[in-house]
């Protein structure tokens, strides 16, 4: 069994989450970012893992799901910087589940993380009330994805990985 944990991230927090599933799988393994991956064929399995911007999943994980994971057993880790049972949450990681609606989707997880100081002053300058609203938000994220969260992903590939 050959698995790949492929992640974009653009400031490390997915890639986080990308770590803690790459140690807990048993086996033949790769670790690489999602532009590095030309194609997903000779993995058995693929965890592939992004944020959500803007509402919905980064362009970079949509379209490589849309454009090289059809027929793929895909197993897919999403970040965050609202909290896990905010009310809307659901809309956004269905639209990560339909980007991979070529794939066979054998697992989903999804955390909070941290949003940078960086990112929180860019969008509380932006013209959406919306995404100003969520740049204020980031006290609430610091230290995100924690230890806890970090362990059910964990406990998430573990999971997958016994199914398969
Ligand atoms: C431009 C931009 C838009 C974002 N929009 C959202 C959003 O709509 N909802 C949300 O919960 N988080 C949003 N985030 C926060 C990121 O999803 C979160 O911080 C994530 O953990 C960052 O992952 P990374 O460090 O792997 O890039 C946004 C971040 C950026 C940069």
């Not at 807990?24 to 590095?36: D, N």
């Not at 090289?68 to 009310?87: S, Y």
Request: glycine share 8%; with cysteine.
């Amino acid at each position: 069994m050959k698995t790949l944990v492929a992640y974009f991230s653009q400031t490390g927090k997915t890639k986080m989450v990308a770590d803690a599933i790459y140690e807990s799988i048993e086996g033949e393994k790769e670790l690489k970012e999602l532009g590095e991956v030309d194609s997903l064929e000779g993995y058995d399995l693929s965890f592939i893992g992004f944020p959500i911007i803007a509402f919905g999943p980064a362009k970079e994980g949509k379209e490589f799901l849309e454009q090289k994971a059809a027929g793929k057993k895909v197993a897919l880790f999403i970040t965050h910087a609202a909290p896990e049972d905010q009310e809307g949450i659901d809309e956004w990681l269905n639209k990560c589940k339909a980007a991979a609606a070529s794939a066979e989707l054998v697992g989903f997880f999804d955390c909070m993380g941290e949003l940078s100081e960086q990112i929180a002053e860019f969008l509380m300058k932006n013209d959406d009330p919306m995404m100003r609203s969520f740049g204020e938000r980031r006290p609430e994220t610091i230290g995100q994805p924690d230890e806890s969260r970090l362990q059910r992903a964990r406990d998430f590939a573990r999971e997958v990985m016994a199914r398969l």
